[in-house]
């Protein structure tokens, strides 16, 4: 132990003597970390923000079904109907941490008014449930549906406006029912909505659950959509539920599974960030590695008479190895601390950001700060400043006493 200290203390004089040199060094490892955090805190975020609002707005966090409904249920909508569950529902509704249920029945048909007719993908919902799931949607003009409501609807801002209907516009819809029959209603429009996906609403509409089945003829839902208290409670909740609910007659779809938009995107970004990351390593690596070779190169003399003096080969590549860690955990913790900061300002400022792809809003960007991220980020400085001090250590300590001492004279 006395050695090691004596070690530390050697490594630490050598780093403040070399003044210029170390501050560069430093200043190089600082920058790295704060790129680091900044980039992978805005990216995180941006998941974060994306998940949320995908799960608060169209797929909730476990969606409840009939077996087969995922692979089958575009072409057979109504073979999959759930009807006469309640029992089973009531179980879903009281676990621990499920803030709500949300059936839905969903169907497809051809909206008109006047002479525009067009596609739509329409759901039959509970108003009051959607209240607490769809969180994520807003209400552009009108008013979201009433839970006394019965005969009304809302509608994406995209849909509406191609069909150049407002608020108040009386639509008609015509859908095939579960008979095979043509079936049609007329209801007027009272609200306008925008999710996050712009594809979405320009062709979705909503009406009451009791209007949806009164048009296309059927009892229950195709769905049960559950939202909890937190996201990351997911996996948990389907293992509880896969106990509770029989899987002959019910199968059970996490909401990761359902958003392929969100996982592509999230390997992409991880991807991008990697990048960064292995470049910001070089950066460091290439710093550190250079400010310890010019050091062994000043002090070949100090190296010869310190092996003349009895310190080992070894205990030569321990003080400069220790020196690159110092230069790695300085660097990293000032751009830690930097970085946190910075992270804090722009979040409290914000960052006017356009609509991404497939979105309709633009939004203000935050920096998000985890412990995973500021951890990796010190770690990514401190290993790569090891790393880059093993080359160097390792001359300086294959150097031979008598040419490194014939040097000081």
């Known amino acids: 132990m006395k050695f090691w200290l004596l070690d530390l203390w050697l490594a630490m004089r050598s780093v403040l003597r070399q003044g210029r040199r170390t501050l560069i060094a430093i200043g190089a490892v600082s920058f790295g970390v704060i790129a680091m955090i900044l980039s992978a805190g805005f990216i995180e975020w941006l998941m974060e923000g994306m998940r949320e609002s995908t799960i608060k707005s169209q797929l909730g966090h476990v969606q409840v079904v009939r077996p087969g409904y995922v692979e089958r249920g575009t072409s057979d909508p109504f073979g999959f109907v759930i009807d006469g569950e309640d029992a089973a529902r009531r179980k879903v509704e009281q676990g621990e941490g499920v803030k709500v249920v949300a059936p839905r029945l969903s169907f497809n048909g051809l909206a008109s008014k006047g002479d525009n007719t067009l596609a739509f993908l329409g759901q039959g919902v509970s108003a009051k449930a959607e209240a607490v799931l769809s969180s994520s949607v807003t209400i552009s003009r ?28 009386t639509v008609v819809l015509m859908t095939t029912t579960a008979a ?73 779809v996490p909401w990761y599974r359902l958003s392929d938009f969100y996982n592509k995107t ?29 050091s062994v190169m000043e002090r070949v003399s100090e190296i010869g008479t310190c092996m003349a003096l009895g310190l080992t080969r070894a205990r030569i590549r321990r003080i400069f190895m220790s020196e690159g860690v110092m230069l790695g955990l300085v660097g990293g913790g000032l751009g830690v601390v930097i970085g946190c900061a910075l992270a804090l300002a722009i979040s409290a400022v914000g960052i006017p950001l356009p609509p ?28 790569s400043a090891f790393v880059s001090s093993l080359y160097p250590a390792w001359r300086a300590s294959r150097m031979n006493i008598v040419d490194a001492l014939r040097q000081s004279r």
Not at 146 to 164: C, F, K, Q, Y
Request: proline letters at 4%; charged letters at 20%; aromatic letters at 6%.
């Open 142 to 169: 009108g008013r979201n549906l009433s839970p006394d409501g019965v005969n009304e609807m809302i509608m994406g801002r995209g849909l509406a406006a191609n069909l150049g209907v407002t608020v108040g516009d």
């Open 356 to 383: 991404p792809p497939g979105m309709e809003q633009g939004f203000d960007g935050e920096i998000r700060l985890t412990f995973g991220i500021v951890a990796k980020a010190l770690a990514i400085a401190v290993i």
């Open 180 to 252: 095979g029959n043509v079936n049609a209603v007329e209801a007027p429009v009272v609200g306008i909505f925008i999710s996050v996906s712009k594809e979405y609403d320009d062709s979705a509409l909503r009406m009451p659950l009791a209007l949806a089945q009164q048009l296309v003829r059927v009892n229950g839902a195709q769905q049960w959509l559950v939202l909890l208290d937190d996201t990351d409670k997911t996996d948990a909740k389907l293992a509880e539920l896969g106990k509770v609910l029989p899987a002959a007659n019910f199968e059970l």
């Open 266 to 294: 999230r390997d992409l970004f991880a991807s991008q960030v990697n990048v960064v990351q292995f470049i910001i390593l070089m950066i460091i690596v290439l710093s550190i590695s250079n400010t310890l070779s010019m």
